[in-house]
């Protein structure tokens, strides 16, 4: 196994709703990212995946858990400290427009971490602002445009060159496909494989696309309402997703080649509210599999194999 670059322990985030009520959007997630690595996080909209990234990228800190950056505890750093470790963890963003500054030229807008992070001179700026061009495949002139002048799928390049500017570790893509043209996804997507390679980067790439996720991810892990439900390799999604909400989501998936004689199957009833998290396990009332235990126990998160675990019942021993 690849060295650990990325680990949390126990992630949990709760805010306070102006009634008073209390809102648990992250509930005891445990995640690893190892070395040249894709950990790609689905789910659907509401079951946290967004805390989780401001909590890795420390733009929040956990209520309850422990993050660790190569071993060493980063959960409780601040000033200085957490700045200088905020280098090693850069993010994309979703929207590559609302990303940019609207009065800030392209190159100008990708070299902005060196100023921040670094004391470069004038020459090395340019040049550093050449190299990420020419890494994510732009005219080196485009560094003279504004973003907003650009199309998505070059905005987002401009998005991918600024995180990589500082050489992070780990680059964390929140949605970072989902505003594109599915032609210019498949391009973007070949791009950040590419760069991974040559540079051993880890990635986590969030989505609410399964069968997007599991194209690139090494290890897929699916949350609902919070929590982690299951957690297997990307390369095993479709033959072997065991947790009910998981081959819902499989389910769900348009193919070309599926039979569209057989009707689709449907998850009855809506999700939970966050706000009252139900006693037992949080899928039971949506799952076709539900059992008397499944509405008092919370079923643990546990290995069916070495790579495979799944939180749900059906798995106990």
Same mark, same amino acid.
């Given at each position: ?13 709760? @805010? ?21 690595? &894709? ?29 660790? @950056? ?58 550093? =602002? ?54 210019? =996804? ?37 949350? @609902? ?56 396990? &949080? ?25 495979? =675990? ?8």
């Amino acid at each position: 196994m690849s060295e650990t670059i990325l680990k949390g322990r126990g992630l949990t985030r709760r @805010y306070t709703t102006d009634a008073g009520q209390t809102l648990t959007a992250c509930r005891n997630v445990d995640i690893s990212l190892h070395r040249g690595r &894709t950990l790609g996080i689905v789910g659907e909209s509401g079951c946290g995946k967004s805390t989780l990234l401001r909590m890795l990228t420390q733009l929040e800190k956990p209520d309850e858990g422990q993050l660790f @950056y190569r071993g060493q505890e980063i959960t409780a750093l601040k000033g200085q400290a957490l700045r200088k470790n905020r280098r090693h963890i850069q993010m994309v963003f979703q929207d590559p427009t609302a990303a940019f500054f609207p009065r800030m030229k392209a190159g100008e807008a990708i070299t902005e971490p060196l100023k921040n992070f670094e004391k470069l001179s004038a020459r090395q700026l340019r040049e550093k =602002q050449a190299e990420l061009m020419r890494l994510v495949q732009l005219p080196e002139d485009f560094a003279e445009r504004f973003p907003h002048s650009m199309s998505g799928g070059q905005r987002q390049r401009l998005g991918i060159a600024r995180a990589l500017a500082l050489d992070p570790a780990v680059l964390v893509c929140d949605e970072a496909t989902s505003a594109l043209d599915v032609s210019v =996804q498949e391009k973007v997507i070949a791009l950040l494989v590419e760069i991974q390679r040559q540079r051993q980067l880890s990635m986590i790439f969030v989505c609410h696309d399964l069968a997007l996720v599991q194209s690139l991810s090494h290890q897929v892990m699916v949350m @609902y309402l919070g929590g982690v439900v299951e957690s297997l390799p990307g390369n095993e999604v479709w033959k072997r997703a065991s947790h009910p909400y998981s081959k819902a989501l499989l389910n769900s998936i348009f193919a070309i080649d599926m039979d569209f004689e057989k009707p689709l199957a449907t998850l009855k009833g809506e999700v939970p509210s966050p706000l009252n998290l139900p006693k037992g396990c &949080t899928f039971h009332a949506r799952c076709p599999h539900y059992m008397e235990r499944c509405g008092d126990d919370q079923p643990a998160l546990r290995y069916i194999t070495p790579h495979h =675990q799944v939180a749900c019942h059906l798995f106990d021993e």
